[in-house]
């Protein structure tokens, strides 16, 4: 089995929403997190992660800020909460780009 590398200091994280994002009354408890990860990582976070609605955004839109992701130099992809519509966004992911970067 590969595994990743583990991360390290200044490492990339991606975030992004393929289902929910994080809405005005998570967002404090969001901020504190994200805050805490900045204390050792860098973030690239896509503008989806801060939505309002049930769904993040529409199903293009997630999928290419997911893929969109898969070409920054990342160590980790994180997909910040839900997982309700998740399930919309399976056949767009570059399972490819996904396999060749072999990150978290």
């Given at each position: 089995?590969?595994?990743?590398?583990?991360?390290?200091?200044?490492d990339?994280?991606?975030?992004?929403?393929?289902?929910?994002?994080?809405?005005?009354?998570?967002?404090?408890?969001?901020?504190?997190?994200?805050?805490?990860?900045k204390?050792?990582?860098?973030?690239?976070?896509?503008?989806?992660?801060?939505?309002?609605?049930?769904?993040?955004?529409?199903?293009?839109?997630?999928?290419?800020?997911?893929?969109?992701?898969?070409?920054?130099?990342?160590?980790?992809?994180?997909?910040?909460?839900?997982?309700?519509?998740?399930?919309?966004?399976?056949?767009?992911?570059?399972?490819?780009?996904?396999?060749?970067?072999?990150?978290?």
């Amino acid at each position: 089995m590969l595994y990743p590398k583990f991360l390290k200091k200044d490492d990339i994280i991606g975030i992004t929403a393929l289902s929910s994002g994080v809405g005005i009354n998570d967002l404090p408890e969001t901020k504190i997190s994200l805050n805490h990860l900045k204390k050792n990582y860098r973030l690239i976070i896509t503008p989806n992660v801060y939505s309002e609605g049930y769904v993040s955004s529409d199903i293009k839109t997630r999928i290419e800020e997911f893929n969109n992701l898969l070409n920054e130099d990342i160590s980790m992809l994180y997909n910040i909460r839900g997982g309700d519509f998740l399930y919309e966004t399976l056949d767009g992911l570059d399972y490819q780009k996904i396999k060749k970067k072999n990150i978290w």
